[in-house]
């Protein structure tokens, strides 16, 4: 069943059709959330909350967007809001990997190389600093875009602005971590 | 990040319609321009080759177990019943599963009721009769009273009319009288 009927049958009470509609976004909702808190518990309570406020709101979806960016803009606005409440984010979760005993990743990883395997851990720190360091809304451009893989178009739908801005923020957002890279090295 | 050399520097007027071009983001046009400009740039060809490298690795999701995305959807199911709940709250009175709750809202509904006609009809008493306002019996007019003021009244109507009649009578005496009298003439 497409989205749009889903919607519209969940919009007159059947919440059993909107539990198909969670099933399809719940791990598209975690991860934009996980990107933005990198926290898994706080990802899951505010991706919950976002399905929790489109249910309550969803006779005031129009149809006249697609459900899944009217979706995205709760998760986003949701992620926005709590890095407003709490301006530190725990960035630090990203790095589990680089954190992890140095045993499981020569298991994991057939090509280890320690020396690679640090460079690389400091990097991923020195990216995550970068994405928190940015304008939220930059910040959000970039995640949407490069870590979920809207189109710009729809990025600027989720958003509420026009996909020239978004183009701006993408860019904008490239050569902080393109930077942030260099002087890495 | 296996490679984590740094990101070459591009031409400046290229930068951004190659971040696009990565995102496969531009138009025919620009792409075929940036394409063109690809072939003879190599500072903008490595540029565009550590976005490739780089970016993807970044967007690179944690996997989570089956169990977690289980639970996951088992929690949010909850939570949006009780979200319904609490928004129909009223609808629980009403659930067939509740047939104690028939009978019990039909005593409920007759008690109040009852109690509602008793102290009613006790307001009502002490609206037309206030205390501490009452009138004086004797002041009071019963029906005996007001046939006996109706007869009064037409007995005295009668009177009156008799009254008229005798003047008039009277009158008319008098005049007659006047005309046999020849001396007294006007």
Same mark, same amino acid.
């Given at each position: 069943?497409? =989205?749009?009927? @889903?919607? #519209?049958?969940?919009?007159?009470? =059947?919440?059993?059709?909107?539990?198909?509609?969670?099933?399809?976004?719940?791990?598209?909702?975690?991860?934009?959330? /996980?990107?933005?808190?990198?926290?898994?518990?706080?990802?899951?309570?505010?991706?919950?909350?976002?399905?929790?406020?489109?249910?309550?709101?969803?006779? &005031?979806?129009?149809?006249?967007?697609?459900?899944?960016?009217?979706?995205? $803009?709760?998760?986003?606005?949701?992620?926005?809001?709590?890095?407003?409440?709490?301006?530190?984010?725990?960035?630090?979760?990203? =790095?589990?990997?680089?954190?992890?005993?140095?045993? %499981?990743? %020569?298991?994991?990883?057939?090509?280890?190389?320690?020396?690679?395997?640090?460079?690389?851990? *400091?990097?991923?720190?020195?990216?995550? *600093?970068?994405?928190?360091? +940015?304008?939220?809304? &930059?910040?959000?451009?970039?995640?949407? $875009?490069?870590?979920?893989?809207?189109?710009?178009? =729809?990025?600027?739908?989720?958003?509420?602005?026009?996909?020239?801005?978004?183009?701006?923020?993408?860019?904008?957002?490239?050569?902080?971590?393109?930077?942030?890279?260099?002087?890495?090295? | 990040?296996?490679?984590?050399?740094?990101?070459?520097?591009?031409?400046?007027?290229?930068?951004?319609?190659?971040? !696009?071009?990565?995102?496969?983001?531009?138009?025919?046009? *620009?792409?075929?321009?940036?394409?063109?400009?690809?072939?003879?740039?190599?500072?903008?060809?490595?540029?565009?080759?550590?976005?490739?490298?780089?970016?993807? %690795? +970044?967007?690179?999701?944690?996997?989570?177990?089956?169990?977690?995305?289980?639970?996951?959807?088992?929690?949010?199911?909850?939570?949006?019943?009780?979200?319904? *709940?609490?928004? /129909?709250?009223?609808?629980? @009175?009403?659930?067939?599963?509740?047939?104690?709750?028939?009978?019990?809202?039909?005593?409920?509904?007759?008690?109040?009721?009852?109690?509602?006609?008793?102290?009613?009809?006790?307001?009502?008493?002490?609206?037309?009769?206030?205390?501490?306002?009452?009138?004086?019996?004797?002041?009071?007019?019963?029906?005996?009273?007001?046939?006996?003021?109706?007869?009064?009244?037409?007995?005295?109507? !009668?009177?009156?009319?008799?009254?008229?009649?005798? %003047?008039?009578?009277?009158?008319?005496?008098?005049?007659?009288?006047?005309?046999?009298?020849?001396?007294?003439? #006007?």
């Amino acid at each position: 069943m497409r =989205d749009e009927e @889903l919607v #519209a049958l969940s919009q007159q009470g =059947d919440r059993h059709c909107f539990e198909i509609l969670v099933r399809r976004y719940m791990e598209k909702a975690y991860h934009i959330a /996980f990107n933005f808190t990198r926290d898994s518990e706080t990802a899951k309570d505010l991706s919950q909350d976002a399905f929790l406020r489109a249910y309550a709101n969803l006779k &005031q979806f129009n149809g006249r967007s697609s459900f899944y960016t009217w979706f995205y $803009r709760i998760v986003v606005n949701l992620c926005l809001d709590h890095a407003r409440r709490h301006r530190r984010v725990a960035w630090e979760s990203l =790095d589990r990997m680089s954190e992890e005993p140095a045993e %499981q990743r %020569q298991l994991a990883d057939s090509s280890y190389a320690p020396e690679e395997q640090a460079l690389a851990g *400091e990097a991923k720190r020195r990216v995550n *600093e970068t994405l928190e360091t +940015m304008p939220k809304k &930059q910040r959000a451009a970039f995640l949407l $875009r490069n870590h979920q893989g809207l189109s710009i178009a =729809d990025v600027a739908k989720v958003m509420k602005t026009t996909e020239g801005t978004v183009r701006v923020y993408l860019h904008r957002a490239v050569a902080a971590l393109r930077q942030s890279l260099v002087e890495f090295v | 990040m296996k490679n984590s050399a740094p990101l070459e520097t591009a031409c400046k007027q290229y930068e951004e319609d190659l971040v !696009l071009h990565y995102y496969g983001e531009n138009g025919d046009n *620009e792409r075929r321009r940036v394409e063109q400009h690809l072939t003879s740039c190599h500072s903008c060809r490595r540029f565009l080759g550590d976005l490739q490298r780089v970016l993807p %690795q +970044m967007a690179g999701a944690e996997e989570m177990p089956q169990a977690f995305w289980d639970n996951y959807y088992r929690e949010t199911v909850s939570k949006l019943a009780e979200q319904e *709940e609490r928004k /129909f709250w009223w609808r629980s @009175l009403f659930n067939p599963m509740r047939t104690w709750m028939a009978p019990a809202f039909g005593t409920v509904a007759v008690a109040v009721l009852v109690v509602g006609l008793v102290i009613g009809k006790g307001n009502l008493r002490l609206f037309v009769e206030p205390r501490g306002e009452s009138i004086p019996r004797e002041i009071l007019a019963d029906q005996n009273q007001l046939e006996f003021f109706e007869s009064m009244d037409m007995l005295e109507a !009668l009177d009156r009319l008799e009254n008229q009649d005798d %003047q008039k009578t009277d009158t008319t005496n008098g005049e007659s009288n006047r005309a046999e009298l020849p001396g007294v003439v #006007a």
